[in-house]
Each structure stands twice: as structure tokens, then as C-alpha cells.
């Protein structure tokens, strides 16, 4: 049996995306619907992936969705691996550490650097003895995003010393840096004009094992995108694009089409958009990059 974290899903698609030069997908997913779309996309094109939730289920859904969910990703024909993103609350953090996530996002990033570092180290050694890896956010990435509390304060870049200082310190196992990266609609000009591609550079420079993870991916913009790869970005979380298909679909189609079809042709939208991000970020038919389990 490898050691933690060699032995953790997440670490093992990650570290193959580092090694393959490629990002994997990590869909935000609000139902059954986005987890089954989310993986039937993987399986049909051999692509690790990875599925996520927002704190928000957890309360809404409770623990037994979180199960579902990990199991679903568990039994896929892929590795996908199941993680929650920005659990803010230290209590969410507690609740997570004993449910059947791979990977959770400690987004501490509102507490002063001491507080924040202490904090932050506590977890990763408790999610070590569970077997779970941990992604931080370091400086603050703005903006709202459904399931997420909107932030009201001025950008806070992500200083590429400190983030070093702090990933060495803490031990957290994946970076969420902030370079201009926005959650939700852009302002005029778009991420072209907000991202600062020479820090982001200067982040992965400075934490050149560490895989980056890209939050604030809408819209999607694929040669952008590239050059975040190519600088580092290894898990890219993606949300609203998955939706808008999906939800046009229900919205025409409700009180229509009988449920049993309105299932699989809302899910096959999903499962095609889905699909695009994978091609776009390079890990379609690379399933077999990630070292099995076991
Ligand atoms: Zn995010």
C-alpha cells in the first residue's frame, strides 16, 4: 500500500497532470445530475476528473449525497476523484474530514497569515490521517459564485514568496493562487485583461512541485487557458458553462417531455459540454497516466 499522499486520488491525477504538462477538470456539481453528466463525460473519453462539491450540499443534500457521490466517482471506469471546494467555515472543514471526500479546499484566505498558517496546518495533518489532500487559496480571488459567499474587498494578489513560505510551512498539497482571477462575469475586457500571467509565472517558479489549481474560469477562453497550463494550472474548477445548456434545456422543455427523457437529454448536455473542457485541457484519453490505486 503507498504512503499518503501517494495512496490519495487526487494527488495521484494531479501529480499525472503535472508530470503529462496537462490540466484535469474538477466540475462543480449541484445534484445527481452534474455528478452522473460529469462522469459519463470522463468514461467516454478515457480522462481522469474531478468531481466537486460546494459546502452548500452539504447542508442541503447532507452526508448521504456525499457518499453517493464518492461512490459514483469511486466505480467510474476513470480514476475521478471527488473533493469539496471553498469550505470556509472551520465547522464544514470538521464535517468533510469524516465524510468520503479525496480532496477539500480550505479557503482560510480571510484570516490573517498567522492565523491562517495555524489554522491551515492543523487541517493537513488531520486529513493525513484520513488519507484526504488539502488545496489552499492564497490572497483572496474575488468576486460571487453560486454556493459561495460573495467577497466585497479590494483584489488581494497572491505574493509569490509568501505562497511559498506558506505551502512549506503548512504542507497543503495544491495552490489556489490569485492573479487577477475573478468568480463569475468579468468585468468589460474579461479575464484578458485582469490576469497577470507574469505572476502566476512567478507563483510556479517559487512552488514548482506544487500543482495550481485555477478558480474564476468563466468564460471559458481556450488559447487563455493554455497558457495557464503551460504556466502550472493543473485542476481547473468550471461551473456556469456547465449549466447553461443544460438549464436552457429544463427551462423549454418542463411540463413537456416526460421525466425519464427529460433526464437524459438535459444530462447529454452536460456530458457534451462537459466533454469540450476535457479536450480543451488536454487529458482526454490520459486515464491511464494516473497510477492505480492500491
Ligand atoms: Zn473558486
Known sequence: MPAYPENNRTWQILQAAERGGYAVPAFNCY?????????????????????????????????????FAAAACHAAKV???????HCTLPAD????????????????????????IEFVSKIVKM???????????????????????????????TEPEFAADFMQKTGVHYLAPSFGNIHGPYPPGGPEKYWQLDRLAKIKELNPTIPLVLHGAYPIIPDLYK????????????????????????KENI????????????????????????KMLGCDGKAGDVKPIV
Open 255 to 278: 411540463g413537456k417531455v416526460e421525466m425519464t427523457g427529460l433526464q437524459e437529454n438535459s444530462i447529454a448536455l452536460w456530458v457534451k459540454e462537459a466533454e469540450r473542457c476535457i
Open 93 to 116: 472543514v470538521y464535517t468533510a474530514l469524516e465524510l468520503p471526500f479525496d480532496s477539500i479546499m480550505v479557503d482560510a484566505s480571510t484570516e490573517d497569515p498567522e492565523a491562517n
Open 31 to 67: 445534484n445527481a445530475d452534474g455528478v452522473l453528466g460529469s462522469i459519463k463525460a470522463a468514461e467516454n473519453l478515457n480522462a481522469p476528473a474531478m468531481v466537486e462539491i460546494f459546502p452548500f450540499s452539504l447542508h442541503f443534500h447532507g452526508p448521504e449525497f456525499v457518499k
Open 127 to 157: 486529513a493525513e490521517e484520513r488519507g484526504i489532500t488539502i488545496e489552499a487559496e492564497m490572497g483572496r480571488i474575488q468576486g460571487g459564485e453560486d454556493g459561495v459567499p460573495t467577497v466585497d474587498m479590494e483584489a488581494l494578489y
Open 79 to 85: 480514476p475521478i476523484a471527488l473533493h469539496l471546494d
Open 227 to 250: 497558457k495557464t497550463v503551460e504556466l502550472g494550472m493543473r485542476k481547473v474548477n468550471l461551473n456556469r458553462n456547465l449549466h447553461d445548456d443544460y438549464l436552457d434545456y429544463l
